[in-house]
Structure formats: C-alpha cells, structure tokens
C-alpha cells in the first residue's frame, strides 16, 4: 500500500491553491459582499445562488444543501475523488512534489483508479496527436483541410489519428506502466482473442474533457470505407467517462458562457470548431447523446441562472432536427435563460456554413430569433389547415398537451399566449384555459400526461362551441415585456406613487395582463387610489395591504413595495414611460377585440352596428396613435 501524504505537503497543496480559482472552473462565481463569492451549487438543484466561497478564509459553504469545506473536500466531493486522488491531482497542477510516510515515494501503480484513467486518456491524447502528422493519417488532415481546419485548429482543439493497427495504443501505454486491467477499465482497449486491443483504429479523434480540463473520453470518426464500424464511436461508460454529464468544448467554452450569460448548443465536434474558429466561443456539444437534465445542470452553473442569460440551439431542420428540438423544448422549463433555436439556409451545419459563407455567417446564425418554444409549436400546429375553426381547434388539442407539459405555472402562462397568436384564435383565455385544463388532467393522473387529444376529455369545451373564460393562475414571468411593464408600474405606484398620479387611478384592473397584478391594481382602487399615497405614503400601504383579499395578494403587495426599480434613474419620464407602455398594451387589445367583433359583423346583415363599431374601432386607432407619437403626454 502506498505511505499516507505528508502533512506539510498536504498544507501547500492546499496554500498554493485559491478556492475560488478551483470553484470557478465549474460554476460562475459573483461577488455576494464583504469578499465573498456566491454562485449555484453544484451539489444541488436551485434557482438562486445559496453557495458561498471565501478566497480570504479558503473555504466553500452552501445555505442550501449544508456542503462545506476547503478546497480539497470541494473537488472530492464534485469530481468523486479519494483524498489521496484530489490532493495529488492539485499537487501535479502546481508542480509540489509529494512525500508519503510511509514507504517513500508513491509508484504510479499505487495510485487511485481515477487518476489512472485520466492519466491514460492524457497519454492517449498526446498519443493520437502526434499520429496526426504521419503518413498514415493524410486521410485524416484531409477530412479536416476539406472542412476548412488547418494545422494550427488542430492543435488547438487536441484533435488527433489513431493509427490501423490492432494494437499501437495498447502496447504504447503498457510501455507506459499501465496494467491490462487499467486498459479496459478505461475504454481505451478492449478484449481480442489473445488480449487487449485498441478500441479506436484507422479513425480521426477528437479528446472529450472535462469542465476541468481534464481528458475524460474521445469522440473518433470513421475515415476508410473497409470500415464495418459506426460513423462515430465513443468511448463506453467508464468510471470517469457519462456521456450524459459531458459536453464537448465545455473546458474551452466555459469562462466566455459565464462572462456572455450565452451558450451556443451545436450537433457535433466540428461544428464546435467551426463556431470557436468563427468568433462563436460560448458553443459546445453533447458527446452521442441527446442533450439532457444533466446538461443543463452544466450550463445552468456556468449561466448563473440570471434573467438575461441565453441559450441557443442549431438544429438540422429534417425531421431528426425536429425531434430533437422538441426533446429541447420539454426541458425548456428547467431554465431561467432564455432559449432559441437557429437554423442555416438549407438546412447546414455550423460547419457547412462556415465553409461556404465565411465566419459572419455563423456568427449572424446564432444571434437569437425565434424562441425555442415557438419552433416547437409551429412543428407541432403547421399539419393543420388554421384557416378553418375546425383546423385551429385540432391544432389546439394536439399542441395544448405539449404545453401543459410546461410545470412552471408563469411559463405556461405565457407560452399558452403565444399559442393563441401562433394558432389565430382571439379568445386567447380560452386558449390559457385549455391548457390549464390539460394541465390539471395530467396532474389528476398522476403526472403520466393527458391520455390523448384535450378535445377527447368529455365535457371539454371545443373551440367552435366555447365560452369566454376568465384568467386564473399568476403569470408573473418577468421575461414577458408585458409582465414586466406592468410589474415596474405597479411598483411605481405603491413606491412613488407622486410620479404616476393622477393619470394611474384612470387605469382600470382589466388593463393589468396578469390576474395577480390586476388584482393589486384593484387593491390600490379601494384603497382610494395612488394619489391618496402622495401626501402619506406610509398610511397609503396601509391602506392598500387592508383592501387584500388574501395572503398570496399581501404578499405580492410587500413584495413589490420594497422591490428595487429596474431603470437607473427614476423621474418623470420613467414613469411616464411605463404608463404609456401599458396603456398602448390595452388599447391594442381592445382594437384586437372590436376587429373581431367587425368580422362577425360583416355577415350579420346590421349596418348601423356595424358603422358603430367601426366607429370605436377609428376611435381607439387614433388613440393609439397619439400615445405612440406624444408619449404621456396624449395619456
């Protein structure tokens, strides 16, 4: 057995090493006040930073979860090392030499598992690179100068050969030290008739790291065509290798992700290439695999889960692509950024389209268009004729399950919205019904999702012969504009209530999107409206938090009273703005509304209704306009 690490060296392992360099390699880290550090944990799901790191005293700790230490129990704990593992590991980073009391020096057959396996793949990794430049691998230099890589990208991405032979590999790492056992543990051998051989051979490779760094598995791309084998092929499941927790070009990708609040999720290992080489360095990939929760567990660290964080998807726009961004979009949930998906002109990869564009051209594919769940629905509505009530309405059954899939209640909200636009239906609260409905039947059984189309369930409402609903359920999405607005009014009015009078108390609640902020509005009604706040704004909150209703609307009320402004400055002209804002929203709708009832009115055989209508319709157009052009002024 190898001797226990000495204790002084263990003591300069962990002085030579900042805690917060060492965190900051998995998750973004931000300043939380009096020199300390907060992010999300990376032992357990959150949505708001409770993990906290203290570079002075060189130690981690997490509100949540309660994981606490210094900086050699963090990478135990995140990487599954030994003690032995991880301190010899930071040792080899900061070039200490170890001493061990028993026994001397530890012999690299002593040492863990873990970083057995990663030395290999290391090895094998320089290993592959310097087969790329023989003869043997033209075929390879090729593959790559074809898809516009040269020398210089190879190397910086690691890429490598592995030469024909059954065995190079293997003979050249047991020169190395490492046992047969250690070979096939670590996927880069594999039994023959008389013993291991390589698993890659004749194949183009592409090292998989860690967000660490560190090599973990290859991706290996077929190159002869006497080659029985898949066009790529990775290394199997070992002890340090899940394709499901890896994602390809995260290591170089991971410090402009967190510093940009933007990640770039492409197919494949030269499609990352191509957008790092094309100016695109937040792109990463999954590794053979769909990209799923652990994925965005990943990326979710390294975004910091902020508001304007953004991730974008490049599909094929085939069918694969499409289920593939469907399977995106039942996940969209799980974060907080934003996501869209991209797809280039006839239907290329990143790849293809550096190649026949230039890198402007990747660069412009990835600037964020259409929203992820937009895509999907419109995969999902586009079989239907919409042009027709039966149409829409069986665009609606088949699309409403999908997005009553959505579990947070403000995104399904929101989504349900989109919907209603998406398919043409004007009654967009029957839309947000169905959906809640659909939603409600998939909970009622368990959550195994509705049993079919939301029109089979009897009794539902179909939308030719609905009825007009009213909203229930918040939808406090702060990523919707409208939300947003309203919310930022709603706290001017019970904060600064002198820069909103007396224009805000004309406001009436239905001019609110969201049921909880109309609801605060009528609050604010019956407590005898914001001008009452001007002279005495203490008995003015007072006022409003008697009028709640309940303890969910008083709690919304403190929340947004003490809740700080989005804008920099606030006056006048920040209140007039959002005064506008809302009002323009309002007018909107009711013209939408009236433009309904004109084309219901068209064949009803009533012409002086219909001039009346017609009349408001003028009316409320004009209004619009005015607001659009003088602001608060035309309010």
Known sequence: ??????????????????????????????????????????????????????????????????????????????????FSETVERLAAQTGITLRYEEGGYNPAGQRGERTRLV??????????????????????????????????????????????????????????????????LSGLSQDGRRGPIDRFRGRLMWPIRDISGEVVGFGAR???????????????????????????????????????????????????????????????????????????????????????????????????????ALRAFEDDQKFAAETYIAIAPDNMDPCELRLAKGDEAVQDLVEPRTPLFEFAIRQIVSRYDLETPAGRGAALDEAAPIVARIKNGSSQHEVAVQLAGILGILDTQFVVK??????????????????????????????????????????????????????ELLKLALQRPELVSPAFDAYGADEFTAPPYAMVRQCIDDAGGAEQGVSDSREYLARVLEAVPDDSVRKLVTELAVEVFRGKTIDELYAGHHLVQVRVRAVDRRIQDIASTLTRLASSGDPERYAAVQNDLWVLQQYGQALRTRGADAL
């Open 1 to 82: 057995m190898a001797g226990r690490i000495n204790d002084d060296d263990v003591k300069a392992v962990r002085d030579a090493v900042p805690i917060d360099a060492v965190v900051s390699e998995y998750l973004q880290l931000r300043s939380a006040g009096g020199g300390n550090l907060k992010g999300l944990c990376p032992f357990h799901d959150e949505k708001s930073p409770s993990f906290q790191v203290s570079p002075s005293k060189g130690l981690f700790h997490c509100f949540g979860c309660q994981e606490g230490g210094d900086t050699i129990a963090f990478v135990m704990k995140i990487d599954h090392l030994s």
């Open 434 to 487: 169905r959906v809640s409905q659909v939603a409600r039947w998939a909970r009622d059984r368990g959550g195994r999702g509705p049993a079919g189309p939301a029109a089979a369930r009897p009794g539902a409402p179909s939308y030719e012969t609905r009825a007009a609903v009213a909203p229930s359920g918040p939808a406090l999405n702060l990523r919707n504009p409208v939300h947003s607005t309203e919310r």
């Open 119 to 184: 030395e290999a793949h290391k090895i094998a990794a320089q290993f592959y690179a310097e087969q790329l430049s023989g003869a043997e691998a033209e075929t390879g230099r090729k593959f790559l100068a074809e898809r516009g890589f040269d020398q210089a990208a190879a190397e910086h991405f690691g890429v490598g050969y592995s030469p024909v032979g059954w065995d190079h590999l293997t003979r050249y790492l047991r020169g190395k030290g490492f046992t047969d056992k250690e070979l096939l």
């Open 222 to 324: 077929k190159l002869r065509d006497d080659d029985n084998g898949p066009k790529y092929l990775n290394t199997p499941e070992t002890a340090i290798y899940k394709k499901s927790q890896v994602l390809y070009g995260v290591d170089l990708a991971k410090k402009d992700i967190a510093k940009a609040s933007r990640a770039v999720v492409v197919e494949g290992y030269t499609d990352v290439m191509a957008c790092h080489l094309a100016g695109v360095t937040t792109a990463i990939a999954t590794c053979g695999t769909a990209f799923g929760g652990d994925h965005i567990k990943i990326l979710r660290r390294l975004l910091m889960d902020n508001g304007s964080a953004r991730v974008i998807f490049t599909f094929d726009g085939d069918a694969a692509g499409q289920k593939a």
